[in-house]
């Protein structure tokens, strides 16, 4: 009474769309058919391979590989991104303990969604899977957090940044100078590596601006003591 509703039929093909995506990925989570890719992380002074960095890859039956900005938009503000993160770990976790099994060493790197990092129990689960995995020792796990997502609760992030640390877990700060407070997250947050955004990096050798944007960067690592 008194009141009026529109219906927008495009905003409700967007919702049905989305809900019925985020439906596929639980029932792809169910049916195991996710995926970890390592990509070597390599010092290219002395050609040795220092680390690898796991990257999820959905095995969809229908439509074959697909990446990781075909899904995980869709569940980027749900809780369903903090349970895929945490299979993402587990996975990461076991596969760190195949490895020394067969007396390959190497730390794995791990993104982790703004969302999932910023959950009251983040570290008590976190801390869960790593008991699941006693042979693996924390400093085998590095956690990425994007730049863009850590300005959301910097005090919070740092908080959990400062726990995981004092067990041996390794952060770093990835795409940045991607976003706007790039300095005010070096300051604050006590992370361990800087990752520079690769649009900075790309043009390094025939660029002389990006070229020059990248020596600041690395004189800020540097005074801020930061790899």
Not at 1 to 27: G, L, P, T, V, W
Not at 68 to 97: K, M, N, R, S, Y
Request: hydrophobic share 45%; aromatic share 8%; with cysteine.
């Amino acid at each position: 009474k008194n009141r009026y509703h529109i219906f927008d039929a495009d905003q409700d093909r967007n919702i049905r769309s989305h809900h019925e995506s985020r439906e596929h990925i639980r029932h792809a989570l169910a049916q195991g058919e996710f995926v970890l890719y390592y990509q070597p992380k390599v010092n290219l002074r002395i050609g040795t391979v220092i680390g690898v960095e796991a990257l999820i890859r959905w095995r969809r039956p229908e439509q074959g590989l697909l990446l990781p900005a075909t899904f995980l938009p869709v569940i980027e503000d749900h809780p369903l991104a903090v349970e895929l993160g945490e299979w993402v770990i587990e996975t990461a976790l076991t596969q760190i303990e195949t490895w020394q099994v067969t007396g390959l060493d190497l730390p794995v790197s791990v993104n982790v969604n703004a969302r999932q990092l910023q959950q009251a129990d983040f570290f008590e689960r976190l801390c869960a899977l790593l008991a699941a995995h006693p042979q693996v020792k924390p400093a085998s796990l590095e956690l990425e957090v994007l730049e863009t997502g850590a300005l959301q609760d910097l005090s919070r992030i740092s908080q959990v940044i400062t726990a995981c640390s004092k067990i041996g877990i390794k952060f770093a700060l990835d795409d940045f100078s991607a976003g706007y407070s790039s300095l005010t997250c070096l300051k604050r947050l006590p992370i361990t590596v800087i990752k520079i955004d690769q649009s900075f990096v790309r043009d390094v050798l025939t660029d002389p601006k990006s070229l020059a944007i990248l020596v600041g960067m690395l004189d800020l690592t540097t005074a801020f003591q930061r790899q």
